[in-house]
């Protein structure tokens, strides 16, 4: 028993004092290229369609619009194929439609379905290059989006259905305690995250209210996708990059 109780603290120690060692003790999925990493392929109706599955990428489309716009106005789930699109809500005006819609952007006549049923990234390296001028980040897309919005390089508009929307202003920074002794506390910002979600967005599905309440709010459940792993591992910038959520990490 005793030494079942000693093991945390002997791990702990071991990424203390050796910061090599500490990316490693957890089996992070592997990293697609940056130009694929947050890219989804919708396949939830290919099977019953005439049509090809959708390729949709998060890099083209938040250097435009904040998550808050697709993901809390227009309803699209936080999760590959757990949205209900369809092609007549489309053509109505939902979802992709809201802006797919030969105004905003491509419409979806005949001359279209295929820009975005077409199975695959094509094209997308090349296209990736255009945001070559952004700052640069370890991993993910391997881009600072943080940096890149503070410095104005991208400007996302931040809502399609208000004209005069700001983001509520909240800038409580939170401190999470790691449940074992010697690693350093996560960083939570609210300020960054509202520059890009709504509250809604996070409370009450993913997290409570009140700091402290959320359950179970391990590194193992983040990285099965709860959590901050909802965003953190394929949109946002991913696990890898420990020492941006524990400052106090040497790497
Ligand atoms: C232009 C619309 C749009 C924007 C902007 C957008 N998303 Fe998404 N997001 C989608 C769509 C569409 C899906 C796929 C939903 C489906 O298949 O049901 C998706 C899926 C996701 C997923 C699940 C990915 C997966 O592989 O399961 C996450 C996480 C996510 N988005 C987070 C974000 C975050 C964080 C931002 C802002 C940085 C953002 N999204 C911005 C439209 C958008
Ligand atoms: C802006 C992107 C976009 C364009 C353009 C587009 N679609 Fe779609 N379409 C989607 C998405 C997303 C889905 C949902 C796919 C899924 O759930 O697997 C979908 C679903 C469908 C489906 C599945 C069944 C149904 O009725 O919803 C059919 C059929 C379809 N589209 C046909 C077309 C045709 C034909 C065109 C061109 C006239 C077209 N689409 C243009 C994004 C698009
Ligand atoms: C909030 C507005 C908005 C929504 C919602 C949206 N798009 Fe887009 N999308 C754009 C804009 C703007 C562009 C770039 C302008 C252009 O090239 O015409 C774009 C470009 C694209 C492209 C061209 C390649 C690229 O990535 O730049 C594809 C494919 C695409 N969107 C698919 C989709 C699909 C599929 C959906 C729904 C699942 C969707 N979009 C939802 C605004 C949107
Ligand atoms: C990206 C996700 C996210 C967004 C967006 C978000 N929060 Fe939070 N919030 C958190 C997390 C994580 C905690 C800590 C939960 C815990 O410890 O159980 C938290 C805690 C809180 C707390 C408790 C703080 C404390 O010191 O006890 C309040 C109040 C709160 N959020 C309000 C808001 C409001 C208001 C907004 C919108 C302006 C918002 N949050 C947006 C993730 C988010
Ligand atoms: C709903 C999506 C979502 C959730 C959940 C979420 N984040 Fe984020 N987070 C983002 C986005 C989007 C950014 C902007 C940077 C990016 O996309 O890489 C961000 C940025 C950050 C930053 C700022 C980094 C910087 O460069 O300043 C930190 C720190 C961070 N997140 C920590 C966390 C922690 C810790 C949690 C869980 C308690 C969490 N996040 C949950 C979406 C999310
Ligand atoms: C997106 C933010 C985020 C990133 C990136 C991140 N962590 Fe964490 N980590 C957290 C949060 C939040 C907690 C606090 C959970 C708790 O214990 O209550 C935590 C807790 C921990 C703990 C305590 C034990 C546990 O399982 O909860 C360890 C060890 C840890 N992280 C190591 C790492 C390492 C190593 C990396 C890089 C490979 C990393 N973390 C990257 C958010 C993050």
């Known amino acids: 028993m005793r030494k079942i109780q000693f093991l945390p603290a002997v791990i702990a120690l071991a990424v203390f004092f050796s910061p090599v060692a500490v990316p490693q003790l957890f089996d992070l999925p592997s990293l697609p290229e940056p130009w694929l990493y947050g890219n989804v392929l919708?396949?939830?109706?290919?099977?019953?369609s005439s049509q090809m599955p959708v390729s949709f990428s998060h890099?083209?489309?938040r250097a435009r619009y904040t998550c808050r716009v697709c993901h809390f106005e227009l309803g699209f789930v936080m999760k590959a194929n757990e949205t209900e699109i369809t092609e007549k809500a489309n053509q109505n005006g939902e979802y992709c439609?809201?802006?797919?819609?030969?105004?905003?952007?491509?419409?979806h006549g005949k001359e279209n379905c295929t820009r975005c049923h077409n199975d695959g990234w094509d094209g997308s390296r090349?296209?990736?290059?255009?945001?070559?001028?952004?700052?640069?980040a370890p991993f993910g897309n391997q881009i600072d989006w943080v940096q890149a919005l503070d410095l104005g390089l991208i400007n996302p508009v931040q809502s399609i259905l208000e004209d005069d929307y700001e983001p509520m202003e909240f800038k409580r920074?939170?401190?999470i305690d790691a449940n074992w002794s010697l690693i350093s506390p996560a960083l939570f910002p609210h300020d960054k995250h509202m520059a890009w979600l709504?509250?809604?967005d996070c409370h009450p599905g993913i997290?409570?209210?009140?700091?402290k309440t959320t359950r179970n709010f391990e590194m193992r459940y983040i990285l099965e996708g709860k959590f901050c792993g909802v965003c953190h591992l394929n949109v946002?910038?991913?696990l890898d990059d420990c020492k941006a959520c524990h400052p106090g990490m040497t790497q």
């Not at 919708?42 to 019953?48: D, F």
């Not at 797919?100 to 491509?106: K, P, T, V, Y």
């Open 126 to 136: 090349q296209r990736f290059k255009m945001l070559d001028h952004l700052p640069k």
């Open 42 to 48: 919708i396949t939830r109706q290919a099977a019953e």
């Open 173 to 175: 920074e939170l401190d």
């Open 198 to 200: 709504d509250c809604g």
């Open 236 to 238: 946002a910038f991913p």
């Open 207 to 211: 997290f409570n209210v009140k700091k």
């Open 59 to 61: 890099w083209s489309h």
């Open 97 to 107: 439609g809201a802006c797919h819609n030969d105004e905003i952007s491509f419409g």
